[in-house]
């Protein structure tokens, strides 16, 4: 037996115990929304929570007519792993887990593992990044190369691949904001992928293996502290690598929003707009649902004087995805996600849509480009940098 | 089975082939609902997002005499079940929310609005809909209310949910769109019930989709409350607690009102717990009087508390006074719930409460099945009371499932003897309640005979498959 098989027959008396009570995928409490970003667009329960214990219940039945087809395989990988299907579960199941070992499953399984997962995890081994680039480019968004490799620094900041990669206007604005409030502080040149994408599709062995190698190059340096600027990262050492490894994560984590607000509260310090302008904040999974900071985004932004803040209707932990690890696991999928969300933002009226996680800043800008809307995307951080 | 090639290319060609799907998974997961009674999968299921589409597939399933199933979430404990080769429609995702009229105090919606999505929109604007909560769980629909004459939290305006029903939009058999009450006008608005004939929308509500498609539902709603406030009593005769029930009932005092048999630890034989609403003139003169009322029935108070964390938090079991995560894990294994339910008169309550304790603590198959009684629980109404009766039997012991469906079999003979009324009809269960009501079943197949000549929708839920 594989060790998904293993792991999918723990949940054989876990699993029974959903009593269909819907609170997976409904978003009543805020109107006539849904919480489950794939049951939204595909309308289908076989796409959700629900149809989802179903595939595990027909598997560990061994319903010999259950075949891991292309269609079967595709339902299972298109999971956002959001998080909100197990923060409001009435009967407590741990369906996160679940979901990420059924993709495991899959994995060892199936004939028709997604292009888009296999070639992901490809570029992971081969580069050490999801976006399988070259480490030559990596820091070429950086101007103050002294800040790479300080043995004697403080904090480190674990930029991530997302933000290294690609949204690089986050990581400029955070060495900015450590660089504006005096930290001590470094970024490793050597630092890989957390190990997200494994982690997400159940792969735990690979998974940490990332998580462990960048521990260890934390542990060369004289560092207490690890910043993070990528939620999911976040999650995924303090979380995830704890739970799949029962080792606590050895270094204070914090997130750059927790840094801005501790920096700012101790020295009283409020900031303000010549002008009025109006915002929108999109709590990302991992940050909200995943690491349970939501008032820190919305008390920051409570600091800074001609700035309106415009919830919309899912907010807090009721969020909705931008998409997040459908990037990989069903990018078409993904796209519709993002737009809805990209939507929700722009039916509020704000003239600013703000994030706090590169991959979503990432979803969410192609979202508002698709719906050719005028709403700003950024980045919390960046908002700070400016105003700093 | 799936359907024919020919007939599935035909559903995609009417709502586009993302909406139809034929696939295993998706067969199994709608050929059910809640409940462990056996099923056969339907050959396909649909996702119609429109009327047209609707009025489109009934044609087509009426020409070539194919059985349509309609659903909403499936979050019944019922008993829904499918004949092979049929085609599921789920109408869930029709859920938008119309009009909301606050001069006729009226909201409508399509079906597929779950409850609480259409209630949580009207609070935003300070109003509520008269029939708070409904037998299934949050997320079930407004159609699927109506169909199944669920049991709403609601005592001031009457329990049953067809009572809130103020209009309904119907596909009929023969495909033709019809409008009850004031709305069978065209010229006029959902207003009015009880007008222009009989009252249609009452051959619709409970009928378990069996004379129509239902395709929107206009409701009654109402001002939101100011103040709610709670009681909570115990009591050592159950006589003495629907005396203090009826006497609270007759002043139509209170929003809500439960009677909890089993589980205490003390000689409580049962528990009241009672939620109350109004403005801030008349809250204080309910809550006082209904306490008296209580007391002088020798109850005696307890955990206001339990009422209040549930009627926040919609959670059931607070009502026993456990958090619900730790409800739904007490046992070792998981179970499942052969729900039977009814109506009953005041006088009859003492009765059938002393009738199923007797049942569940003598019959030695319920201890071999590792019965487990979640709870007997009475739905205060303004004319007598609701009465649950949730056994658990474990889920994966298929001898347990068996005994316990045949036990709830039973148990809905003996609520028959005893003049209990079941409202909510199901595959498993309709044709076993129904019989019993003679003439007046014979009636209601006649109508169906009448208005689904080729038995097309939902085949053998309220009435035997072969007419």
Redesign the interface.
């Known amino acids: 037996m594989v060790q998904s098989e293993a792991q999918l027959k723990e949940y ?2 876990i699993v ?2 959903c ?5 997976c ?9 849904h919480g489950c970003p794939i049951f939204d667009v ?5 796409y959700g929570p ?2 989802r214990n ?2 595990i219940k ?1 598997i560990l039945a061994n319903d010999e ?3 891991l087809d292309k ?2 395989t595709e ?1 299972i990988f298109s999971c956002a792993d959001c998080g909100y299907c197990e923060e409001f579960c ?3 199941l741990p369906l996160v887990e679940m979901f990420r070992t059924l993709m495991n499953y899959a994995l060892e399984h199936s004939e028709y593992i997604p292009n888009s997962i296999e070639s992901a995890h490809k570029r992971l081994v081969n580069k050490d990044n999801i976006f399988g680039l070259s480490e030559e480019k990596k820091f070429d968004w950086l101007e103050d190369k002294s800040v790479l490799d300080r043995k004697d620094a403080e904090i480190i900041y674990f930029v991530g691949c997302t933000t290294l990669y690609n949204q690089t206007q986050i990581a400029k604005a955070i060495v900015s904001i450590l660089k504006k409030t005096h930290a001590n502080f470094t970024i490793l040149s050597n630092e890989k992928c957390c190990g997200y994408p494994f982690y997400a599709t159940g792969d735990l062995k690979k998974g940490t293996k990332f998580t462990k190698e960048n521990i260890k190059l934390f542990k060369q340096t004289n560092a207490k502290i690890v910043l993070f600027s990528c939620p999911g990262c976040m999650k995924t050492f303090i979380r995830d690598y704890e739970k799949a490894t029962k080792e606590h994560f050895p270094f204070k984590a914090m997130h750059i929003l927790e840094y801005i607000n501790n920096y700012l509260k101790e020295r009283r310090i409020f900031l303000h707009f010549d002008r009025p302008l109006s915002a929108t904040y999109h709590d990302p999974c991992h940050l909200g649902r995943g690491l349970k900071l939501y008032d820190i985004p919305r008390e920051l932004l409570s600091r800074i004087e001609n700035l309106r803040l415009i919830e919309m209707p899912r907010a807090r932990d009721k969020s909705f995805c931008c998409g997040g690890a459908l990037t990989t696991n069903n990018p078409k999928i993904k796209e519709k996600v993002s737009e809805r969300r990209a939507k929700e933002a722009i039916d509020t009226g704000a003239q600013v849509f703000l994030q706090a996680c590169p991959t979503c800043a990432l979803n969410l800008k192609k979202g508002v480009s698709k719906l050719k809307s005028d709403i700003v995307v950024k980045d919390i951080v960046e908002l700070f940098d400016e105003l700093l | 089975m799936t359907l024919k090639q020919e007939y599935v290319a035909f559903l995609k060609d009417i709502v586009g082939p993302e909406r139809v799907s034929t696939e295993y998974i998706d067969r199994v997961f709608y050929s059910k609902d809640l409940s462990m009674d056996p099923t056969e999968l339907p050959g396909a299921v649909v996702l119609p997002k429109t009327v047209d589409e609707i009025i489109k597939i009934v044609k087509f399933a009426n020409k070539n005499k194919i059985p349509i199933y309609v659903r909403g979430r499936g979050s019944g404990l019922f008993g829904f079940k499918v004949k092979e080769d049929s085609i599921v429609l789920v109408l869930s995702g029709m859920n938008k929310i119309l009009n909301i009229d606050k001069k006729h105090l009226t909201v409508t919606t399509e079906t597929g609005a779950v409850w609480l999505a259409v209630n949580s929109m009207l609070w935003k604007q300070g109003y509520e809909l008269t029939a708070q909560w409904h037998g299934g769980a949050i997320s079930s629909t407004l159609g699927g209310a109506v169909m199944a004459n669920t049991v709403a939290r609601t005592s001031e305006d009457g329990t049953a949910f067809g009572e809130t029903v103020v209009s309904l939009e119907v596909v009929l058999p023969n495909s033709q769109v019809i409008r009850t009450g004031s709305a069978a006008n065209p010229k006029s608005i959902p207003f009015e019930r009880y007008t222009l004939g009989p009252d249609l929308a009452g051959l619709f509500i409970g009928s378990a989709g069996s004379f129509g498609i239902l395709t929107k539902v206009s409701l009654k709603i109402r001002r939101k409350q100011d103040v709610t406030e709670y009681l909570s009593f115990r009591f050592r005769d159950y006589y003495d607690a629907i005396n203090a029930v009826i006497e609270i009932e007759q002043r139509n005092l209170i929003q809500f009102g439960i009677i909890l048999i089993g589980d205490f630890s003390d000689d409580t034989v049962c528990a009241l717990r009672i939620v109350l609403t109004g403005d801030f003139n008349n809250i204080m003169y309910k809550k006082k009087l209904t306490e008296s009322i209580c007391i002088s029935h020798n109850g005696e108070p307890d955990n206001p508390e339990y009422v209040k964390n549930f009627w926040e938090t919609y959670y059931y079991s607070w009502l026993r006074g456990r958090d619900t995560r730790q409800y739904y894990i007490w046992a070792s294994e998981p179970y499942f719930c052969p729900e039977v339910y009814g109506y009953f008169p005041f006088e009859q309550l003492p009765k059938i409460y002393d009738v199923i304790l007797d049942e569940w603590n003598h019959n030695p198959d319920i201890k071999k099945y590792k019965g487990i009684l979640k709870g007997v629980d009475t739905f205060i109404t303004p004319n007598g009371g609701f009465v649950w009766f949730d056994p658990l039997f474990p889920k994966l012991d298929p001898e347990a499932v068996e005994f316990g469906l045949q036990f709830r079999n039973r148990m809905f003979d003996i609520f028959m003897e005893l003049g209990g009324c079941p409202s909510t009809m199901s595959s498993a269960t309709s044709k076993l309640i129904l019989s019993k009501t003679g003439y007046t079943y014979e009636f209601m197949k006649l109508l169906k005979k009448t208005i689904d000549p080729n038995n097309i929708l939902n085949p053998g839920v309220l009435f035997p498959e072969e007419l």
């Open positions: 054989l008396n029974y115990r009593i269909g009570c819907n609170f995928l409904e978003n009543s409490w805020v109107g006539p929304y595909m309308g289908f329960e076989s629900r149809g179903l595939i027909r007519k259950l075949k269609k079967l339902r009435m009967a407590g």
